[in-house]
């Protein structure tokens, strides 16, 4: 049984909107929860955004049947300050059961004795979907203009790089992560179905680790005659993993006519054999790279790199700057208001700046009414038709020209009014640097192409609650000056 609020405070509560913080502390929890309890005080706000929760965690199911669960606004709470506080699920666990302000927040007394596990705080956040937090963030954005009615006739865009937890993907790594999923789901199924012919795993899988330290002495080794051992080492190592990717197939077929016969449960099996051909799959098209590339010495097309077996979504990425020239992730775009707020995140999927700047904003200038005055972005995402295109809806467009300069465009960015808008952009630098080093947006940490939409959209989220929290705050330091001078 969920539900949106506790219907009745606990002995020793406060009300949420009554709760007192410290002005005068530093750290990023405070302005975060002030975010929180203005959206709280405001009903309407609240009711759209547990709404919002409600229909994804809900969905077709009844609400009133089943054990009770976290309230909708507890799973808010948590998820906006885990990202908040560029935290993981540990030490949120820590934080939701000790830490006495965010329990104040989520409506809970000091004689209350809920606890939360770690495992419950992952299964909550994790039924928000990325787009369901975006229109979260949308209604926070609104509440902030609310406050800063000019804030978004100015804005500032760029893209930056949100990495996947990956590690470096050589050929060798690629198919030494092939083999040990292999061999780790095959044992699996043997183990429930007891089907013999696995008992020697350990050794294969010692044996796959001898080639692979080779290969990694002979590959930063400076010897002469390195190449033809380094290929003599890859194909012992491609053929290991052949000959038991090889043998899983005949596994599998053996483990499906036993699951006929005894009548186990088909799920569990189906599931782990699907498992189990997408590794086979996976290492199979890495063994047959790594053949083309270090034996046949062909030159791989982007296209066809793989770069992990756990996120198969991730992209290289070579920005060419120092100190990580190239990255393994997605670029994001972000766009922000003068205020601060990130009125736009978009993850770019295999494209570049110049091809997603004009459908952008022509959707947010649209969803704002055409307040939008003027909008500056950097070189990468100039293009003649992209400045044609921009200039028709904003008036003022600032994205300087690559390459050498025509008269026209000499006078454009000679303009006061250029140079004003170029002075202000480099700000989404700070706004960026925010987001990676207050948000966790540097690595992504959570798992699959899904887990990692959702986790840049909570480190969006995160972000304007704290931007929205920072302008509260300052208006209640300069409520506290005047009251103290009026004493």
Not at 35 to 51: C, R
Not at 281 to 294: G, M, N, P, S
Not at 334 to 354: N, P
Request: a positive charge; aromatic letters at 6%.
């Amino acid at each position: 049984m969920r539900k949106s609020l506790k219907s009745q405070r606990a002995i020793g509560s406060i009300d949420i909107s009554k709760v007192e913080f410290n002005l005068n502390c530093r750290h990023e929890i405070i302005p975060l929860l002030m975010g929180l309890q203005w959206i709280y005080s405001k009903p309407e706000v609240l009711k759209k955004v547990l709404a919002l929760i409600e229909q994804e965690i809900i969905k077709n199911k009844s609400p009133k049947r089943g054990a009770p669960g976290m309230d909708y606004w507890e799973i808010l709470v948590l998820a906006a300050v885990r990202h908040g506080c560029k935290l993981d699920y540990d030490a949120l666990e820590d934080l939701a059961n000790n830490h006495k302000k965010v329990r104040q927040i989520m409506g809970l007394g000091e004689m209350d004795i809920k606890a939360y596990k770690r495992s419950t705080l992952q299964e909550n956040v994790a039924k928000i979907p990325a787009e369901t937090i975006d229109n979260i963030s949308k209604c926070i954005t609104d509440e902030g203009h609310r406050l800063c009615p000019k804030a978004i006739e100015q804005v500032r865009g760029d893209s930056f790089v949100v990495q996947t937890n990956i590690h470096y993907p050589t050929d060798a790594n690629l198919i030494m992560d092939g083999i040990r999923k292999m061999l780790h789901f095959v044992v699996k199924i043997s183990a429930l179905l007891s089907i013999v012919g696995w008992r020697q795993r350990g050794h294969h899988w010692s044996r796959a680790k001898k080639i692979h330290r080779k290969i990694q002495r002979v590959a930063s080794s400076k010897k002469s005659g390195r190449e033809l051992k380094l290929q003599e080492h890859y194909r012992e190592l491609i053929e290991l993993a052949q000959q038991i990717a090889q043998r899983c197939e005949q596994s599998i077929s053996t483990a499906q006519q036993v699951a006929k016969i005894e009548g186990i449960s088909a799920f569990v099996i189906t599931s782990l054999i699907k498992e189990l051909e997408n590794c086979i799959e996976f290492t199979r098209k890495v063994c047959d790279l790594a053949y083309r590339r270090v034996i046949l010495e062909e030159k791989i097309p982007h296209e066809e790199k793989i770069f992990s077996l756990f996120e198969p979504h991730t992209e290289l990425i070579n920005r060419g700057k120092t100190p990580y020239p190239i990255e393994f992730g997605h670029r994001v775009l972000v766009i922000q208001d003068k205020a601060g707020f990130i009125i736009k995140s978009h993850i770019m999927d295999h494209t570049t700046d110049e091809k997603v700047v004009v459908p952008i904003m022509e959707k947010l200038q649209c969803r704002y009414g055409g307040k939008i005055m003027s909008a500056s972005f950097d070189k990468g995402f100039y293009a003649p038709q992209n400045l044609i295109v921009l200039r028709k809806m904003i008036p003022l467009v600032c994205i300087p020209k690559k390459g050498k300069l025509g008269q026209k465009d000499k006078e454009r960015e000679g303009s006061i009014e250029f140079g004003k808008t170029r002075k202000w952009h480099p700000g989404i630098e700070s706004a960026i640097h925010a987001l990676g080093s207050g948000n966790g947006l540097v690595l992504c940490k959570d798992k699959k192409e899904e887990g990692y939409h959702r986790y840049v959209a909570l480190g969006v989220l995160g972000r304007n609650l704290q931007v929205l929290g920072c302008l509260l705050l300052k208006r209640a330091k300069r409520k506290q000056r005047q009251q103290a001078k009026a004493a």
